[in-house]
């Protein structure tokens, strides 16, 4: 190893951190061939994942496998470390590194990129963390579409009214793109499935929606999130507007409009909060917990530090005094950025700034159905699914996974789609274990 070699290490293996890897391979080709210039990359996680199909991954319309990009094969100049990163001491340009096995141990830098993106934002509500689960990562779809269907099959196999009620019940947390989106998809996945069992009717099917504010999707503007409302209330799903989930012990919900029922499902997707490692580290942070970043992307007040997505506070030039929402459309662009000023950085060249009007919005609400309000164009219904499919078949990353998930959607033009829970996968080794028990 070159030990005057520049290091540059990317916290988070997401969109920032794929994506400003994938920029530094190109500007610092050279720079790689030579030795001068080494990259890491450190994730818990050995793939990217595209969260944007993770609704389409529950409800079974792609494959859970085509939705991720192996990190390896994306980024070949990268060096890729699986594990966390636990802490940040910039200032002796050093972090630990937590491999998933085996002693923690420090690691030097000169460039730190941090991309560790977000996790769920919950509140203290009893019970709300024993029986919700969140919908942010490949597993977490996986698990709910397994446990959607599995409490079809225990429905239709019991003979008790409350059990069975419980079981169809299903609750979703929160109405921006992801509940909505992940209501949306598991709906039509559970319309579809019942016409396999015979006991259950779609009035036996119980979706409800809980929303603390008076809208759902601010993605698409007050109209279109008007019409999406009025959509899911005509495909029978409960939207209670202006409500709170107060408690959720055992499965209990109870609501702040006074209502109360049983639910074995409940998905919490009511906002993100920056990755923990931010309180690990002697970054500033922003007023709501986020690295405090400036308009070129550096963290501010320190040099060598950069900073984008979900995890960053990254001022709105296009809405003084706002900060960028966090989304894959400001993460892509700014990880563009971003590549382009540590480049810069290191070869002494003056930053860009990250500047981007948001476009807007699209969003699938299951099998030919959507919504979507891009450059104020408004599409509702077959047209907006039509262009949520091909905007993001365009962004998925790698011509390997566009293809794959053609493949998945063409198949489905073709043959209905899979709804068998595969719920065993989260315990192999029971059965194995009760033989060896004798
Ligand atoms: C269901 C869903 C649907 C969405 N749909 C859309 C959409 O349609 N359009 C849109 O614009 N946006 C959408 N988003 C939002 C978008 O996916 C995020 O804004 C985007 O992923 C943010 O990118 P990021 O790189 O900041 O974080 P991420 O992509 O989440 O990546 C962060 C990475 O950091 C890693 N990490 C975390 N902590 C550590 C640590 N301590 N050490 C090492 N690694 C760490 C994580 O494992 C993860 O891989 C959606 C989100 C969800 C959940």
Not at 43 to 61: C, I, K, N, R, V
Not at 91 to 106: A, D, I, K, M, Y
Not at 210 to 229: C, H, K, N, S, Y
Not at 330 to 341: E, M, P, S, T
Request: with cysteine.
């Amino acid at each position: 190893m070159n030990r005057t070699s520049k290091h540059i290490v990317i916290v988070g293996g997401g969109y920032v951190g794929m994506y400003t890897g994938l920029r530094l391979q190109r500007t610092l080709r050279r720079e790689l061939r030579n030795g001068s210039v080494r990259i890491t990359l450190i994730d818990p996680q050995s793939y990217m994942t595209y969260q944007p199909f993770l609704p389409e991954a529950a409800a079974g319309s792609i494959s859970p496998r085509h939705v991720v990009a192996p990190l390896r094969r994306v980024l070949p100049k990268v060096r890729i470390l699986n594990g966390k990163v636990a802490k940040v001491n910039h200032e002796q340009r050093q972090l630990t590194f937590e491999p998933s096995v085996g002693e923690p141990r420090e690691i030097g830098y000169d460039v730190v990129v941090m991309a560790a993106g977000s996790i769920s934002r919950t509140l203290p509500i009893p019970g709300l963390a024993d029986a919700a689960i969140g919908f942010k990562s490949v597993g977490e779809a996986i698990a709910l579409r397994n446990r959607v269907l599995a409490l079809l099959d225990r429905a239709e196999s019991t003979d008790d009214e409350e059990v069975r009620r419980r079981a169809l019940t299903f609750v979703v947390v929160g109405g921006g793109f992801a509940g909505i989106e992940a209501l949306a998809e598991l709906q039509d996945m559970t319309d579809d499935a019942i016409s396999y069992y015979p006991s259950i009717k779609k009035s036996d099917l119980r979706w409800v929606l809980i929303e603390a504010t008076d809208r759902i999707l601010p993605e698409v503007g007050p109209e279109m999130g008007t019409w999406t409302a009025e959509q899911l209330r005509e495909r029978g799903i409960e939207l209670k507007m202006s409500t709170r989930l107060n408690s959720v012990v055992g499965g209990l919900v109870e609501t702040s409009d006074g209502d109360s029922f049983e639910s074995a499902t409940v998905v919490w997707t009511a906002g993100v909060k920056a990755a923990p490692i931010v309180n690990s580290g002697d970054f500033p942070l922003d007023e709501r917990g986020r690295i405090k970043t400036t308009t070129k992307l550096t963290v501010s007040g320190v040099e060598g530090a950069f900073a984008a997505g979900d995890v960053a506070g990254v001022p709105d030039l296009t809405h003084p005094g706002e900060y960028c929402a966090p989304n894959a459309q400001h993460a892509v662009r700014q990880a563009k950025v971003l590549g382009d000023n540590v480049t810069a950085y290191l070869r002494g060249r003056p930053l860009k700034d990250y500047k981007h009007k948001y476009v807007g919005s699209v969003a699938g609400l299951g099998l030919h159905k959507g919504v979507a309000n891009v450059y104020g164009v408004k599409l509702r219904g077959w047209p907006a699914w039509f262009m949520h499919r091909t905007y993001h078949l365009s962004r998925v990353p790698t011509t390997n996974r566009k293809v794959r998930v053609m493949a998945d959607w063409t198949l489905s033009l073709f043959f209905r789609r899979e709804t068998v829970s595969l719920g065993e996968i989260e315990h192999p080794r029971d059965q194995f274990r009760a033989a060896a028990a004798g």
